[in-house]
């Protein structure tokens, strides 16, 4: 919570504005004050009809044996126990409020470049004029000035060490890139962007051209992180999904086959349209997920009930998300949301217990058989059991989850 990062995060302006989440433990706590208020109202009268000697007694064991402070520290206990153990599994939480939301999810989007897929694996293939050595320099100069995994992966591709300067660089959001390098323009992009002339090609295509001369393209192979089929296949039991991808819609079988039939798949997707579509699953009353890698989805990450961002490094700081998480950990994804249900049901059931507590004690408070001292000893017992509830609780699912202790690998 310290953490100068997390300050940050938390600013007003990173904040959601129009979307602001009441926990459910601040809408009960009304009602139990309420009720304390007119437990101890009612008693005092009666004790002024009956026996005026007793209503101090009463009225103070009352405020004492009631004192919200296990309620307190059931909620805000348990949340920062769940939030360490995300922590521990590179799972990074804007704050506590966030838990409640991932609870309530009941729809998952997922962006398909640079989540569904990794940037650090593509197979590319180049076709067109032969390159030499200045030209790949060049290309590679322009490609690594973007933050769009196909340009990450091109440069990477070319793998030229020493990078040229790039003058007057510009990106076309959802068409391409360009740049001068040495005193030549460099355009990286889509054919139309390339050339001005419509001519829509099959599969993930980048089509390069110097001094607005088409040089050939290269070809991606998208390459689906190795444990996407084994979430989706456990997720899609339990929650609706959709895919939104930029790019066209070559690789539609291939996520037919890996998603599912009933998985709504939608292509050619400019940023406005991934806002629009999460806009459009809430007025239709679901809670949406966003899971995307924070660049091109950061207008649909902050619209969403939870937006998550996958990270290759999680020290890259994503305010418009409401969670960061290592892209390796994308594998654990139900169980971060088994646990996140859990704290709820962990929360309720010591309020149960203590509200049980609470009932014992007015009971005898009431009649005046309690004293103030006898009270004040028994409620920090009733606080200290729930802190271990509540512990012993989240570390036992926690660790059922195999969450409790950090992998190997993260």
Known sequence: TQSYLTKLWNRDEMKKKGNEKVSFVHLLSRYFTLIVLIIAGSTAV??????????WPAVTAIFIIACPCALLLANSFTNGNILSILSRNHFYLRNAQIIEEMAKTTHIVFDKTGTLTTPRKQDIVYEGRGLNTEQEEQIAAVAGCTSHPLGKALAGFLDKPGRLTVEEFRETTGEGI??????????????????????????TVVFASINNKLLGSFHFSNHYREEIPELVSTLKNKFRISVLSGDNSSERETLKKMMGRDTALLF??????????IKYL???????MMIGDGLNDAGA?????????????VNNFTPGSDAIIEANQLSRLYQFIRLT?????????????????????????VQGTLSPLIAAILMPSSSL??????????????????????????
């Open 46 to 55: 009666y004790w002024q009809i009956n026996d005026p000697s007793k209503i």
């Open 178 to 203: 360009k740049g001068i390098v040495k005193g030549n323009v460099i355009k990286l992009g889509r054919y139309e962007y390339i050339t001005g002339i419509k001519n829509p090609h099959p599969g």
């Open 268 to 277: 050619h997707q400019k940023p406005e349209d991934k806002l629009n579509y």
């Open 282 to 288: 809430q007025q239709q009353g679901e809670k949406v």
């Open 301 to 313: 990450l902050k619209q969403s009930d939870t937006g998550i961002a996958v990270s290759e490094q």
């Open 341 to 365: 249900r859990a704290n709820r049901h962990i929360v309720i059931a010591s309020f149960i217990l203590s509200i049980l507590y609470n009932i014992i004690g007015l009971y005898f408070a």
């Open 385 to 410: 059991s729930i802190l271990l509830i509540t512990f012993g609780s989240s570390n036992l699912l926690a660790g059922k989850l195999g969450l409790l202790h950090r992998n190997k690998q993260a």
